[in-house]
């Protein structure tokens, strides 16, 4: 079973980050979609493998055969998380897509004008004001 | 009657109270803030002089509370003779600054701010003076520097006052970190950090070997908090504050925490070469050179920043010369210094109040014009150049009789009585320029209004300082003699060394210094006419060494030049290098300890291959690899199938006994893909993407191919870690904690739940709040937001549906989706109390069997998604209210509140309580306190994640151009 869920992580992995390195923001985000889902798993599995006794405590005591808890409920939270992070990266996409007609991260860096003032605005404003 | 310790306490807690209410009380109430601010300061004062008996003879009183007990620390307070003078000074002057602030300040000014900011400043002051734990010190310290900036900047709309904050900030701050270390450094020496402790080991913070370090960083804090050179530079641009907050911050208060932290530490870190060269040197620097710089000021505030400097500079010379003689100089000098500085600035504030203007050049005889300001301002600044029978005269003849008695042998000792009377030399000088300048001469004739009759308390508080100068002159004994004298033996304790506080000692050498500085400064400026008369601004020498723009330099050159540097040899503006280099680092993050170490599988021998499993994770890393090769064009194909994966990996979190995350898995994965749908139709459709890559070029296929290669690289590295963890034994975790726990401590039988919302409870808060903030960023991101022009075209999908609505007959564009969608909207509608239900069963049975506040919100907004779906947004939002802002503000105030329950009960934050009560007819329930906080959990993230889609929701019902571009009215 390890071998398979070594496989399927592996897998997983690689779509997303080939998904990650491409130009397009949504694409990016679909890649961060799958590499959380993925993540989540292999730290899942790094508690435990194999189905057991879900961590339910029954009146008698769990004993060894239950699952670890600890890391279900740091996914469980991760996964909330992951969840808001990605609504709010779809949004910024829209922004951007919207500000400057285009989700392509290229054009974007170009959308953006470098500014470097040659100066601080606060010594401008100084030389104005002498 | 209350004792020594809680009025102490009240001491330092009547101004930051003070300073919450005045800052909400209406701005244009103008003298019910000044009634407040005075009424706390005046408090201050009159509790400061009940403790004078407590602290008379050289006793302290302490007040300590647990602080952080796991770190030894207390927070202390503590009260000697010194700190008493301190405390007298910060609420006296205070008290006079706020009577004259009620007068100066413009009825158009927000005074409530100012008054606010100025209580929050007499607090941080109060707490370095009475701090008895040097962290706490630090910590009041940086409280200072943040509300001097905000005072300097009250007038905000003026670049300068902008500036001068900011450099104020900047210089006052830096310092006040580098104080922090070296007092982290002296904690580490002495093993405490308790003031009592350093002052006892002086001896072993001496002979450390860090010795060196620390001083020098304490004393970075201490020359930049009391301008001294180098760092004196920002004073004279702080002087764009409100007059009033010159007098008090930049000449009687916060300047003087420099020298005060000096003296106080002075036990503890001087009697050493080191410190004798650096305190002393600084403050030989300051004393001439501000000195000579304030001669040539043409603005009366200008002059006396650099007075003050000069000042500074002379008492930090006094602490430098380590001696206790010296020590008791400086004090009795800070008091002096207090009263006539704080009076003269309050005098150049009446003074522009009354003729608009500050400028020497355009002020003349104002002596006939406004004669008590003028009478008062003359006695002050006779103060300041030492004339006798003054309380100037008395800390400068201390200070002459300790530059001629001290002896070192060193050039520096030879020197220093001839600098000094050069010092005092000019500071006759530009005492009488400020005299002769502003009152004397001819009738002034360009002034930018004409005197209108000074309010009558306006000059009082310069009248009682002025008097407490002269009565200290005339009678020193009497009037300071005690004070000084308790306040010496604060810092030096039993053994001070004997002075006099005379106005005659007779003729000896520090009397014919004065004498000669007298006579030289009247001579000098008598010279120096026909030069100030010209009206340069700036001194002969030094008028090119303009500090602010070498500030101005360094600071572009550390923040905008060397970050610029960085980015043009180490950055780059594209995503995709970053993006290599991140994943790039964090390949060699991984591999280095496998190198190091070796890598092969664990002992464990592999479990048996479960084929449905097998075959279902065939179908997962299809949908992934599918999705990853279709979404250059197939975006919603790609959607579906990243779903696919994601569903998958639920049903892979079932067979692994992980009932909770499969449910949330289940739920999120819902969510995700109804709020990408409906970001999809606002991203451009796959056609125009063809059409624009329709030119594969090589280079883009080996770009590609290298993106593959890295992501191969990657995903065989994880699966290898993932191996080699799987096979090796669980470590002992916290797990079996929890377990064990659960039941017993939490109250529930289902630990996932129980840890998320009990023993993690912190954690879980954290996490609603993030949601909570990212659901309003959403809302806040697509409201404010103002499409482009060129895009604002309705979906392609809405369009079309209308095209064909229009087409099948005369009707309303939204019942072609009524139609097309009857009979699921049917069910859906129907459903919507069903899955209310079950959102309900899943909360209630949380605590015990898989379900909880997460899962059971995430299905309630489904429930939600779905009557949005099946009946369009205007039918939804015609009949249902829903406040999803208000869900989440209520869902995390009833978190937080649960948590903050615990407290009512003696426990601490977010404790939980459980209880199996009997109720009749339904029998034994549990009960926890964590359903409460669970019900937060629910409430938010029904906000937060019906907010979240009904913000993208909302955006396709906005009124949009049609899509052909024809001129309509630009309704954005």
């Given at each position: ?130 | ?84 003078l301190f405390?007298?000074l910060?609420?006296?002057i ?125 004393l970075?804090?201490a020359l930049t908090k009391s301008a001294q050179f180098p760092f004196h530079f920002w004073l004279p641009?702080a002087m ?6 010159s007098a008090?911050l930049h000449s009687a208060t916060m300047v003087k925490a420099g020298v005060f932290l000096m003296v106080?530490?002075w036990?503890?870190?001087g009697?050493?070469?080191?410190w004798f060269w650096i305190v002393g040197t600084a403050g030989l620097c300051t004393f001439v050179l501000g000195a000579y710089l304030a001669m040539f000021q043409q603005d009366l505030k200008g002059l006396l920043a650099y007075s003050t400097i000069s000042h500074l500079g002379l008492i930090t010379l006094l602490i430098g010369l380590d001696s206790p003689t010296g020590i008791v100089a400086a004090i009795f000098h800070m008091m002096n210094h207090a009263t006539f500085k704080a009076s003269l600035f309050m005098a150049a504030?009446?003074i ?6 500050r400028?020497i050049r355009?002020l003349?005889?104002?002596l ?6 003028a009478g008062l301002a003359i006695l002050a600044a006779a103060s300041m150049a030492g004339v006798p029978l003054l309380n100037g005269f008395l800390s400068k003849e201390m200070f002459f009789a300790e530059a001629v008695a001290h002896h070192s042998s060193s050039a520096f000792d030879r020197v220093l009585p001839y600098l000094a009377a050069l010092a005092a030399m000019f500071s006759v000088t530009y005492s009488l320029r400020f005299i002769h300048g502003a009152f004397f001469g ?20 310069v009248?009682?300082l002025v008097s407490a100068c002269v009565l200290v002159g005339m009678f020193p004994a009497?009037t300071a003699g005690?004070f000084l004298?308790?306040a010496a033996?604060?810092v ?5 060394p004997t002075y006099s506080l005379a106005v005659w000692h007779g003729f000896n050498v520090p009397l014919l210094m004065s004498v000669v500085a007298m006579a030289g400064g009247a001579l000098l400026y008598l010279a120096l006419q026909r030069y100030l008369s010209s009206?340069i601004e700036g001194s002969p020498l030094l008028r090119?060494l303009?500090s ?425």
């Open positions: 079973m390890e071998i398979l869920f070594a496989i399927a992580i592996g897998t997983v992995v690689t779509a997303s980050v080939y998904l990650f390195l491409s130009r397009d923001l949504l694409r990016g985000l679909l890649g961060f979609i799958l590499f959380g889902t993925a993540v989540n798993l292999a730290i899942l599995l790094a508690g435990r493998v194999g189905p057991m006794r879900p961590p339910l405590v029954d009146a008698a005591v769990l004993g060894a055969g239950a699952a670890n808890p600890l890391p279900q409920a740091l996914i469980l939270t991760a996964i909330v998380i992951g969840f808001g992070l990605t609504a709010f990266a779809l949004i910024l996409t829209l922004t951007a897509h919207r500000e400057f007609g285009t989700t392509s991260v290229e054009e974007l860096a170009e959308a953006e004008t470098p500014k470097v003032p040659a100066n601080t605005a606060a010594a401008a404003t100084r030389r104005e004001a002498a | 009657m209350m004792s020594d310790e809680s009025l102490l306490a009240l001491v330092l807690a009547l101004p930051f109270a003070g300073s919450l209410v005045v800052g909400f009380l209406p701005s244009n109430r103008h003298n019910l803030e000044a009634w407040l601010a005075g009424a706390i300061a005046l408090a201050g004062l009159a509790i400061a002089l009940a403790l004078y008996p407590a602290v008379a003879d050289g006793k302290a009183i302490r007040v300590a509370v647990e602080w952080l007990p796991t770190l030894g620390l207390d927070f202390t307070l503590r009260m000697d003779g010194f700190a008493w405390t007298v910060v609420t006296g205070g008290l006079l600054v706020v009577l004259y602030a009620r007068y100066y300040m413009s009825p158009d000014d927000p005074v409530a701010r100012f008054f606010a900011f100025l209580l929050g400043f007499m607090g941080a002051m109060l707490g370095i003076v009475l701090s008895g734990n040097l962290i706490q010190l630090v910590f009041f310290w940086e409280l200072t520097s943040l509300s001097s900036f905000l005072l300097i900047g009250y007038w905000h709309h003026t670049a300068k006052a902008r500036d001068g904050a900011r450099m104020a900030l900047t210089v006052t701050a830096s310092g006040g970190l580098c104080l922090f270390v070296g007092v982290v450094i002296v904690g580490h020496i002495v093993g405490s950090y308790d003031l009592d402790r350093v002052l006892e080991s002086g001896a072993a913070i001496r002979s450390h070997a860090l010795y060196v370090p620390a001083l020098v960083l304490i970075l804090g641009q764009a504050a409100p007059t009033p907050v008090y106080r530490l036990p503890a870190l009697y050493t070469e080191a504030g009446i522009d109040h009354e003729t608009g203007t400028d355009r003349s005889g104002l006939r014009l406004m004669p008590v300001t001819p009738p002034p004739a360009d002034l930018p209004r004409q005197p209108p009759p000074l309010p009558s308390w306006m000059a009082a508080p009248a009682l009497v005690p004298d308790s033996r604060g030096l304790g039993a053994h001070i009206g090119r303009d602010q723009r070498i500030f101005d330099r360094i600071m572009i050159a550390l923040t905008l030049r060397a970050g610029r540097i960085g980015l043009e040899t180490a950055g780059t503006r594209r995503l995709q290098p970053q993006l290599r280099l991140i994943l790039g680092v964090a390949c060699a993050a991984a591999l280095w300890p496998l190198l190091q170490l070796g890598m092969a599988a664990g002992p464990l021998a592999p479990s048996a291959l479960d084929p449905a499993l097998t075959l279902v994770w065939v179908v997962g890393a299809a949908c992934a690899i599918a999705a990853a090769y279709q979404a250059k064009y197939h975006r919603f194909a790609a959607l579906i199938l990243t779903g696919g994966a994601g569903l998958v990996v639920c049903v892979t979190f079932a067979w692994l006994s992980a009932p909770d995350l499969a449910l949330t898995q289940l739920l999120v994965e819902i969510v995700t893909t109804v709020l990408l749908l409906l970001g999809l139709r606002w991203l451009p459709k796959r056609e125009e993407m063809v059409e624009a890559d329709r030119h594969r070029t090589p280079r883009v296929l080996l770009r590609r191919a290298a993106d593959l290669a890295i992501a191969t690289v990657v995903g065989i590295g994880v699966a290898a870690i993932a191996y080699a963890v799987m096979t090796r034994p669980a470590p002992d975790s916290r797990a079996s904690f929890f377990v064990e726990r659960a039941y017993t401590e939490g109250g529930g039988t289902n630990v996932v739940n129980v840890i998320l919302v009990d023993f993690r409870g912190f954690d879980t808060l954290g996490e609603i709040a993030v949601l909570g903030v990212v659901a309003l960023t959403v809302y806040a991101l697509l409201r404010r937001f103002r499409p482009a022009p060129d895009s604002i075209v309705s979906p392609e999908q809405q369009v079309r549906q209308n095209a064909r609505a229009a087409a099948a007959g005369p009707r309303q564009p939204a019942d072609a989706l009524a139609d097309s969608l009857l009979v699921p909207a049917l069910v859906m509608r129907l459903l919507f109390p069903v899955i209310g239900m079950v959102a309900v069963y899943l909360f209630l049975r949380g605590h015990d069997l898989p379900g909880g506040g997460f899962v059971a919100g995430l299905t309630m907004s489904v429930a939600f998604i779905l009557q949005y779906m099946a009946g369009g947004t205007r039918w939804v939002e015609a009949r249902l209210i829903i406040l999803p802002v208000r869900w989440i503000g209520v869902g995390l105030l009833l978190a937080a509140l649960t948590g903050l329950g615990a407290w009512a009960f003696g426990y601490p934050f977010l404790t939980s309580h459980a209880s199996h009560p009997t109720l009749p007819v339904v029998g034994k329930v549990p009960l926890a306190s964590a359903i409460l906080f669970d019900l937060g959990v629910f409430v938010l993230v029904v906000g937060a994640t019906v907010l979240i889609l009904i913000a993208l929701a909302h955006q396709s019902i906005r009124t949009h151009r049609p899509t052909k571009p024809e001129p309509a009215p630009d309704h954005a």
